[in-house]
């Protein structure tokens, strides 16, 4: 279920078996991770994909700190965002 971008020659979108392959970690905690709205994906009806941006912005964080990246906190940081845009309208 990949589809490329045009002219970049890669997906725009993983399955969460293949991100789970490129993060090194088994799908299923992948899935636990999604559905807890703690890793970024797209529900398309039934199924879950995830955008290559994700994976790409997760790799250039741990790149820049040389650290760890806090999945968790950029998904409490998301979603303190969406729920301040609900509050406020999408008002800055």
Do not use: Q
């Amino acid at each position: 279920m990949c589809t490329s971008m045009p002219n970049e020659g890669r997906p725009a979108f993983y399955t969460v078996k293949e991100a789970a392959r490129i993060l090194r970690v088994d799908a299923a905690t992948l899935y636990r991770a999604i559905r807890d709205d703690a890793f970024p994906a797209v529900r398309v009806r039934s199924r879950y994909v995830v955008p290559a941006a994700a994976l790409d912005k997760l790799i250039a964080e741990a790149a820049e700190t040389g650290g760890c990246v806090d999945v968790a906190r950029m998904a409490a940081e998301r979603r303190t965002a969406r729920a301040i845009e609900r509050l406020t309208g999408g008002a800055s």
